[in-house]
């Protein structure tokens, strides 16, 4: 059984940091794509990041500099370390697996339950 387990959410006021972790079981984490995709009351789920088994990250324009995507396969976990953290990066924050290296939420079939980040003005 495949399970995904976001941890790390929480309020922080604007400017402050976060780190995220997801923990994977039940999958060949190693040589899974594994993205952050957010979503926010009313809008749609969107990309944050990914890694692939390589390590090769892509990030979507709206955290390029602000926000950091690792993995560390030995604990078959993925971290997203955000800095400066706005107000219209609130979010539940969802990770996800995939055997594709994508940026595509629907090429991804594991998902974890989510965890909420609440930035404050």
């Known amino acids: 059984q495949v399970q995904l387990v976001e941890s790390g959410g929480g309020l922080v006021q604007a400017g402050g940091s976060l780190r995220l972790s997801c923990a994977a079981s039940g999958l060949p984490f190693s040589i899974y794509t594994v993205a952050w995709f957010r979503q926010a009351p009313g809008k749609e789920r969107d990309f944050v990041t990914a890694i692939g088994w390589s390590g090769k990250t892509v990030y979507a324009d709206s955290v390029k500099g602000r926000f950091a995507i690792s993995r560390d396969n030995a604990k078959n976990t993925v971290y997203l370390q955000m800095n400066s953290l706005k107000p219209e990066d609130t979010a539940v924050y969802y990770c996800?697996?995939?055997?594709?290296?994508?940026?595509?939420?629907?090429?991804?079939?594991?998902w974890g339950q989510g965890t909420q980040v609440t930035v404050s003005s």
């Open positions: 996800a697996a995939s055997s594709v290296a994508t940026m595509d939420s629907a090429q991804y079939g594991f």
